[in-house]
Nanobody, 124 residues
Framework: QVQLVESGGGSVQAGGSLRLSCVAS????????MGWFRQAPGKEREGVADIDSAGRIKYADSVKGRFTISVDNAKNTLYLQMNSLKPEDTAMYYC??????????????????WGKGTLVTISS
């Protein structure tokens, strides 16, 4: 059974940094798309960044230049380094995975597995 467990959320002031982690377990697939999503109160969930097994990466325009997604395949862990945080980054952040395609869809769709989320709160 595939499980994704996020950690690293917290409360920081604007301009600060956080690093989110997502440990994946229960699978041995070598092809994947893994990504970070977020949902702010009263808003729809949005894709933040994703990475596929070939190392291709994309970011939402709102986080380009501030967030960095990476993966440690040996540790089955996905990361999201978040710098220069803004109050509008406040949201529940979720890790997700598509373990079939080996590439990420343009529209961030197609994720089959989801973590339970970690809360990020940025104060001004």
């Amino acid at each position: 059974q595939v499980q994704l467990v996020e950690s690293g959320g917290g409360s920081v002031q604007a301009g600060g940094s956080l690093r989110l982690s997502c440990v994946a377990s229960g699978y041995t697939y070598s092809r994947y798309c893994m990504g970070w999503f977020r949902q702010a109160p009263g808003k729809e969930r949005e894709g933040v960044a994703d990475i596929d097994s070939a190392g291709r990466i994309k970011y939402a325009d709102s986080v380009k230049g501030r967030f960095t997604i990476s993966v440690d395949n040996a540790k089955n862990t996905l990361y999201l380094q978040m710098n220069s945080l803004k109050p509008e980054d406040t949201a529940m952040y979720y890790c997700a995975a598509d373990l079939m395609r080996g590439y990420c869809r343009v529209d961030y769709a197609g994720m089959d597995y989801w973590g339970k989320g970690t809360l990020v709160t940025i104060s001004s």
